[in-house]
């Protein structure tokens, strides 16, 4: 009866907290207007095998889950909730899956905890708000790699692993096949790279058969194979080819100018995964468990917090959500030093005191600020002289009410109630405190900012593709690349917008031309013969060429 309750709780938390306001801001560039478009294209055309953009080949990722956006879009329509609902649902089945398998290695206390560290943290909590596919991506990884724990646990004949091994190996390969057809095969890849590593702590002790993991790799690759090959019988090798490319490009090149300096992964995991991050950095250190599963499983969370942050900071595109597998070990590792904090195995001390506070009180401190900054625009225009776009675009008018404070406020008050709480020895209910108000902080924060947000970043251009909604019409973008335009102007399959530009400026047409583009390219478009300017707004400027 208490387990169904604790179900029951934990659904309906992610209910209340990922579903509401899903579709109250339009979706952002470049994911998830470029996911969401891949699907409407799909149900546009009745396409469901080939990925596409524009209606023409998108290379860059594979189908599965834009198949769950159209099941989304079939049930809700053609929308922002629709784009952004397979997350929600995949942030309350991991928090299910994340208490049952606490619940497992530890028990349902330590379950409990694990929830409460993931659900009560910055970005992983965010994430299951927003319509880009690495939640589900990283469910499939983070259950993958656990079933093949298990396989080893079998061979070492451990009391947790009570199913066939060949049943580990079956499911923990299609899992990782089922992550590769949601993003590719850098899924198999961490699995690779986590037993390479593993295998040298272990003094190269073959710890996992290779034939038993050559069968988990034919297993991870048997849903893409499949898919592949009704690709290349459909449409020939060229899908096939592009991918494998774009997948070496992605680790070699900078992707659409996403930088970042080496160490950009552990600062998201310091500041983005706040407030667990503090707790996580005492268990990479010596901590001992009662069961050797329990210290084996956090060697393996250990290892893969490092694979993902090492490889992520070798590819050149700096992205935050790249990193976000690692949110599973770094959410493990925390409530293993909240469990042993509220066992009293291990103090709660100076250094986790000082990072939360600090990191607490930066990240309070620009909640506070902005509604201010926001009243007074002008104060952060030198921060941007010489970029005219910019300068431009914080010229949106932007109603700040004062009231944005209230997410800084909650988690303000959160911090201080887990110290007094704590300091009246209410160990867990303290950490309940916490983790409750950085989620109500996230939840409100979206309400109070993100359409604000938008409304300096993109909001104009949006609002003026929506006005093309179903005139047949090509928008092209100069300056800046997007795919707002696809998925907001909602061209049809036989009104693909033509890749030649040049043509569209001066060559025959059978439908008016748009063109949106950045205030720093707005004199070019202003002294075109051919094109007639519409208006400029917040850092846009808008021209039509009638056919």
């Not at 103090?347 to 990191?359: A, Q, T, V």
């Not at 902080?441 to 970043?457: C, D, K, P, S």
């Not at 335009?485 to 530009?501: A, E, T, V």
């Amino acid at each position: 009866m208490k387990q169904a309750l604790s179900y029951f709780f934990i659904v309906a938390a992610g209910v209340l907290f990922f579903i509401p306001f899903l579709g109250g801001v339009h979706l952002f560039d470049w994911d998830e207007a470029n996911f969401a478009e891949i699907a409407r294209e799909m149900i546009a055309t009745g396409n469901y095998l080939q990925v596409q953009i524009n209606y023409l080949p998108f290379f860059e990722k594979p189908p599965l889950f834009f198949w769950l956006q159209v099941i989304s879009m079939k049930l809700f329509g053609i929308n922002e909730f629709a784009a952004r609902f397979p997350n929600a649902i995949t942030g309350i089945l991991t928090l299910i899956i994340l208490y049952r398998i606490g619940s497992k290695l530890f028990d349902k206390r330590f379950g409990i905890i694990w929830v409460l560290a993931y659900f009560g943290s910055i970005l992983p909590h965010f994430y299951f708000k927003s319509g880009i596919i690495d939640p589900v991506f990283n469910l499939f990884i983070f259950l993958g790699i656990y079933l093949l724990i298990k396989f080893k646990w079998k061979k070492e004949v451990l009391e947790i692993a009570q199913n066939p091994g060949w049943k580990y190996l079956l499911t923990g390969g299609l899992l990782i096949g089922l992550a590769i057809l949601t993003k590719g095969p850098v899924a198999w890849l961490i699995v690779l790279l986590m037993i390479l590593v593993y295998w040298i702590s272990v003094k190269f002790r073959l710890f996992i058969p290779i034939g038993s993991f050559v069968l988990f790799s034919i297993f991870a690759a048997i849903l893409m194979l499949v898919w592949f090959g009704l690709e290349y019988f459909t449409n020939g090798p060229e899908f096939i080819v592009e991918f494998i490319v774009y997948q070496i490009r992605l680790f070699s090149t900078e992707d659409a100018g996403h930088g970042g300096f080496p160490g950009y992964h552990l600062v998201v995991m310091l500041f983005g995964c706040f407030p667990v991050s503090i707790f996580a950095i005492r268990a990479f250190y010596k901590m001992k468990a009662d069961k050797p599963y329990q210290n084996d499983f956090r060697k393996w969370m250990i290892i893969l917090f490092w694979v993902v942050i090492i490889l992520f900071s070798i590819v050149q595109s700096k992205i935050v959500h790249y990193s976000s597998l690692a949110y599973f070990p770094l959410t493990f590792l925390a409530a293993m030093t909240i469990k042993q904090i509220i066992d009293k195995k291990i103090l709660f001390n100076k250094w986790m005191k000082f990072g939360l506070i600090s990191i607490g009180f930066i990240i309070a401190s620009v909640v506070f600020v902005m509604p201010y900054i926001g009243n007074n625009i002008n104060l952060i225009k030198p921060l941007f002289a010489g970029n005219v776009h910019a300068l431009a675009t914080l010229d949106a008018q932007v109603n700040w009410t004062g009231w944005e404070i209230i997410p800084g406020i909650i988690l303000t008050v959160g911090i201080l109630l887990f110290f007094i709480l704590k300091k009246r020895d209410k160990i867990l209910m303290a950490f309940s405190s916490l983790f409750t108000s950085v989620a109500l902080f996230v939840f409100l924060g979206l309400i109070f900012y993100i359409a604000r947000i938008e409304a300096y970043t993109q909001n104009s251009y949006v609002e003026y593709c929506k006005l093309l909604e179903g005139q047949k019409a090509y928008v092209v973008t100069s300056g800046f690349k997007s795919y707002v335009q696809y998925f907001y102007c909602k061209p049809q399959p036989g009104d693909k917008i033509p890749l030649d530009k040049e043509h569209m400026m001066k060559g025959d047409v059978d439908a008016d031309v748009y063109v949106f583009c950045k205030k720093d390219v707005e004199e070019y478009w202003d002294n075109h013969k051919r094109f007639k300017k519409l208006g400029s707004k917040n850092g846009y400027g808008f021209y039509q060429r009638i056919k």
